[in-house]
């Protein structure tokens, strides 16, 4: 058996900076620490950082007044800030860069009387941030090129689009093309404002399905960027499978496969992809592990001046 892993994969920037920003925190100010929704889409991540005194809620009423409260990498609404400043909370802002600057966006648009259409999935966390940066129904939300067919705007001439980070080329592309062809004014990034590490994951991907007879992606089920990478896979041919750990495997998907193809969400540790090697390699013994080399990445983002100057444990 041959296994080829995909890099880039896991961990992006972002999720690096946000990690950091749990660990240093309780570094800094000692635990507990609030955090609010997980502060990356994987449940190992959370349930180690948990282990560490993070304390994680679904709301702000559920932190004690004048404690520490970390917004998660996908991003708050801008209540959410007035909220946190009401009751007093020390607050550390884990959103990605990323996805501020898509808030930037927004908001820039705003100023210029410009209506705001989302590309995204309704109920994810980076959307609802997204759009809770302005007031409700100044953010149209689209999934789908049918959705654009809809849309109902006060004026053609005065739009501007933006999209969720984590989303693929292909899902954002058509729905891009049916917005400027329905309205050729509309103002806006012409592939959109995909994340840099979702969009090198899956190139890297669609490289090297073409090598590969199983396609393994090692995230958790709610990481939008992890399901993008399996259906990159099917759309490609491949039988392609989205696993937690090396305990999701099956047996019988490895029947009559000579390379297996493996990659990782952005959210997900590197720790995990290894147990999935192992686990191929106890089962096909003499197994050659190669890395499918498409690119590096150099990219860092620094820690909030709040926590400038303290060290992760």
């Known amino acids: ?89 020390v607050t550390v802002d884990a959103t990605c860069p990323l996805v501020k600057k898509v808030h930037t966006s927004v908001r820039r648009h705003n100023e210029k009387k410009h209506r705001i259409i989302l590309i995204g999935h309704a109920g994810h966390p980076e959307v609802i941030g997204t759009m809770g940066q302005l007031g409700a129904g100044e953010v149209l939300l689209v999934e789908t090129v049918e959705d654009v067919a809809k849309l109902e705007v006060p004026d053609e001439n005065a739009l501007a689009y933006t999209t969720q980070t984590t989303l693929s080329i292909e899902e954002t592309r058509g729905i891009i093309e049916a917005l400027r062809l329905r309205f050729p004014n509309i103002k806006g990034p012409e592939k959109g404002d995909l994340c840099y590490a979702t969009t090198n994951r899956q190139t890297a991907v669609k490289k090297m399905a073409d090598h590969v007879d199983l396609l393994l992606v090692v995230g958790s089920r709610n990481s939008s960027n992890s399901n993008r990478l399996r259906e990159l896979g099917v759309s490609l041919g491949k039988p392609s499978h989205l696993i937690d750990t090396s305990n999701d495997l099956a047996p019988q998907w490895f029947d009559g496969v000579e390379t297996v193809g493996l990659s990782s969400g952005a959210s997900a540790p590197e720790s995990l992809v290894q147990e999935v090697v192992d686990w191929i390699c106890r089962r096909y013994p003499g197994s050659q592990v190669e890395d499918f080399m498409v690119m590096e990445e150099n990219v860092r983002f620094s820690l909030p001046e709040i926590l400038a100057g303290t060290s992760a444990p």
């Open 1 to 89: 058996m041959k296994i080829l892993l995909a890099a880039p994969r896991g961990f992006c920037a972002g999720v690096d900076r946000a990690i950091s920003i749990v660990e240093t925190a309780l570094a800094k100010f000692g635990a507990p620490v609030y955090v609010r929704h997980e502060i990356v889409h994987n449940k190992h991540v959370v349930d180690r950082l948990r282990d560490r005194g993070a304390i994680f809620v679904n709301e702000l009423n559920e932190v004690p007044e004048k404690a520490v409260a970390i917004f998660s990498a996908h991003g708050v609404p801008a209540a959410v800030y007035r909220q946190a400043t009401s009751r007093g909370l």
